[in-house]
């Protein structure tokens, strides 16, 4: 919902002030649409109906995988793609992730939302949106910038929505915002921002050199720079920051990549999270990757291979011996395409998949 409109809307009606607020109140609660806002006069509520649309999305599809996490697409009034999935563990947690752009201008090799056409950023209407969708099913609790598109290329909407969330039900405390490690959104974050927000790097690789190979922003804010802005969140609020390391298999999982890792990040500041390599297969998802020519694909028609499994616990056990804590992501929702780096705007095997609800 575009709360601005609203505000507008019920002002040019000469309504009193508190009925955005209340209008505001039973939509971040997870009320179905205008009709059921039963403190609000009837009159109003069809009024709203028709001037205020009640989300700035459509839903174009759904699927919820055999893990029970929800992957949902929605289109933005423009036409454009986001995607946005919803989690549900088995300890009760619910957590949402959520994009930050249709799409992602960067091109990490190892994402499939880098390989699809860029739309544009999303505004911070439509990043809650995402949240109110899921809502509406369901209590949740967490939420990361972790869908498409890259949270500090589009710094002003996020932090928008995030100050919305907490009224959805997800504190500051349990939202995290995911980065590349774009310097100049990544500054103004550690200098501007007093919410206790989580701050996750996307590292996936201990050197300069194979970050580049791999993630061309590398070439542009190298890792130096972008660890020791991070290590300067560390000091200003005592809270780690989270690094996402995909593990690719021959590529950056070694026991010396692992030492050398830790030499980078020391014990203090950060926790590492290892996750499985999700494919997608770049010849499958439309014409994907047939933006990048000349790459090599595996016999699965992806770029890389994961990690096998003694492979990812030999790099973990190098950390832990090293005293970097560690975690390797338990994996959601791949069998609908909703995992990490596979959100492409592409449904395609609707194999072992449900529509939600049947
Ligand atoms: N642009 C931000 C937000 C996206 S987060 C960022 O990169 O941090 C999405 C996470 O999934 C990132 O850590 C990304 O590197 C990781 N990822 C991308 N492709 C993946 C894949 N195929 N398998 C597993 N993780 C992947």
Same mark, same amino acid.
Request: net charge neutral; charged share 25%; glycine share 8%.
């Given at each position: 919902?575009?709360?601005?409109?609203?505000?507008?809307?019920?002002?040019?009606?000469?309504?009193?002030?508190?009925?955005?607020?209340?209008?505001?109140?039973?939509?971040?609660?997870?009320?179905?649409?205008?009709?059921?806002?039963? =403190?609000?006069?009837?009159?109003?509520?069809?009024?709203?109906?028709?001037?205020?649309?009640?989300?700035?999305?459509?839903?174009?599809?759904?699927?919820?995988?055999?893990?029970?996490?929800?992957?949902?697409?929605?289109?933005?009034?423009?036409?454009?793609?986001?995607?946005?999935?919803?989690?549900?563990?088995?300890?009760?947690?619910?957590?949402?992730?959520?994009?930050?752009?249709?799409?992602?201008?960067? #091109?990490?090799?190892?994402?499939? #939302?880098?390989?699809?056409?860029?739309?544009?950023?999303? #505004?911070?209407?439509?990043?809650?949106?995402?949240?109110?969708?899921?809502?509406?099913?369901?209590?949740?609790?967490?939420?990361?910038?972790?869908?498409?598109?890259?949270?500090?290329?589009?710094?002003?909407?996020?932090?928008?929505?995030?100050?919305?969330?907490?009224?959805?039900?997800?504190?500051?405390?349990?939202?995290?915002?995911? #980065?590349?490690?774009?310097?100049?959104?990544?500054?103004?974050?550690?200098?501007?921002?007093?919410?206790?927000?989580?701050?996750?790097?996307?590292?996936?690789?201990?050197?300069?050199?194979?970050?580049?190979?791999?993630?061309?922003?590398?070439?542009?804010?190298?890792?130096?720079?972008?660890?020791?802005?991070?290590?300067?969140?560390?000091?200003?609020?005592?809270?780690?920051?989270?690094?996402?390391?995909?593990?690719?298999?021959?590529? =950056?999982?070694?026991?010396?990549?692992?030492?050398?890792?830790?030499?980078?990040?020391?014990?203090?500041?950060?926790?590492? =999270?290892?996750?499985?390599?999700?494919?997608?297969?770049?010849?499958?998802?439309?014409?994907?990757?047939?933006?990048?020519?000349?790459?090599?694909?595996?016999?699965?028609?992806?770029?890389?291979?994961?990690?096998?499994?003694?492979?990812?616990?030999?790099?973990?056990?190098?950390?832990?011996?090293?005293?970097?804590?560690?975690?390797?992501?338990?994996?959601?929702?791949?069998?609908?395409?909703?995992?990490?780096?596979?959100?492409?705007?592409?449904?395609?095997?609707?194999?072992?998949?449900?529509?939600?609800?049947?």
């Amino acid at each position: 919902m575009d709360l601005a409109l609203l505000e507008e809307t019920l002002r040019a009606r000469g309504e009193p002030a508190f009925r955005a607020r209340q209008v505001w109140e039973w939509t971040a609660r997870g009320a179905p649409g205008y009709a059921d806002m039963t =403190n609000l006069p009837r009159g109003l509520r069809t009024e709203l109906e028709a001037a205020v649309p009640f989300s700035t999305l459509t839903v174009e599809a759904e699927r919820e995988s055999r893990d029970g996490t929800v992957k949902t697409l929605f289109r933005t009034e423009d036409g454009h793609p986001v995607e946005a999935v919803l989690m549900r563990y088995r300890d009760g947690r619910r957590s949402l992730c959520v994009s930050s752009q249709s799409g992602c201008p960067l #091109t990490c090799t190892f994402c499939a #939302t880098g390989s699809m056409a860029f739309g544009r950023n999303l #505004t911070a209407s439509e990043i809650v949106d995402q949240a109110l969708h899921f809502r509406r099913l369901t209590a949740v609790d967490h939420c990361v910038f972790m869908g498409m598109g890259e949270p500090m290329l589009n710094l002003d909407e996020v932090l928008g929505a995030v100050r919305n969330l907490p009224d959805v039900g997800i504190t500051h405390r349990r939202t995290t915002i995911s #980065t590349v490690g774009w310097l100049p959104g990544l500054r103004r974050f550690v200098d501007e921002v007093d919410k206790p927000i989580r701050l996750a790097l996307s590292l996936h690789a201990p050197d300069d050199e194979l970050r580049s190979r791999i993630m061309a922003v590398n070439d542009r804010y190298p890792i130096a720079d972008v660890v020791a802005e991070c290590r300067r969140h560390v000091d200003a609020t005592n809270r780690r920051v989270f690094v996402e390391y995909v593990m690719l298999a021959g590529v =950056n999982d070694s026991p010396e990549q692992a030492r050398a890792l830790a030499e980078l990040l020391g014990r203090d500041h950060f926790k590492v =999270n290892l996750i499985p390599y999700n494919p997608w297969a770049a010849s499958a998802g439309g014409d994907a990757a047939g933006a990048r020519p000349n790459t090599p694909r595996t016999a699965a028609g992806g770029l890389y291979d994961g990690s096998p499994r003694e492979r990812i616990s030999a790099f973990r056990h190098e950390l832990e011996r090293a005293r970097v804590p560690v975690t390797v992501r338990l994996t959601r929702g791949r069998d609908i395409e909703a995992a990490c780096g596979q959100l492409a705007a592409a449904p395609r095997s609707r194999r072992d998949t449900q529509p939600v609800g049947a």
